[in-house]
């Protein structure tokens, strides 16, 4: 059975630092590339980066550029993404996702982590 489950978020003020970890079973997590997304309330789902099997990292938002890095640990199936800076409109549900390839946008992911709530606030 395939799972991606999510650990990390909370509360943070603004400028502060989070990180997500979304942890891979029940498939081979080298063939797979691991997207995170987000939603924020009343706003629709949009892809925030995406890590690549060849270890790229693709940008869907430019202004988390600089700010958001990912970090696989193949030992534990695990992809890592840091959040350093960040803003009140950072604030929304972070989900993982898993498929074969970069391309697409969330509809194309078959395999969805729970989310974790990330909320900046003074």
């Known amino acids: 059975e395939v799972q991606l489950v999510q650990s990390g978020g909370g509360l943070v003020q603004p400028g502060g630092s989070l990180r997500l970890s979304c942890k891979a079973s029940?498939?081979?997590?080298?063939?797979?590339?691991i997207a995170w997304f987000r939603q924020a309330p009343g706003k629709e789902r949009e892809g925030v980066l995406c890590?690549?099997?060849?270890?790229?990292?693709?940008y869907y938002l430019d202004h988390v550029k600089g700010r958001f890095t990912v970090s696989k640990d193949n030992a534990e199936n695990t992809v890592n993404l840091q959040m350093n800076s960040l803003r009140f409109e950072d604030t929304a549900e972070y989900y993982c996702a898993a498929k074969r390839s970069c391309s697409g946008g969330a509809l194309s992911y078959r395999y969805w982590g729970q989310g974790t709530e990330v909320t900046v606030s003074s």
């Open positions: 890590s690549s099997t060849s270890g790229l990292t693709i």
């Open positions: 029940g498939f081979t997590f080298d063939d797979y590339v």
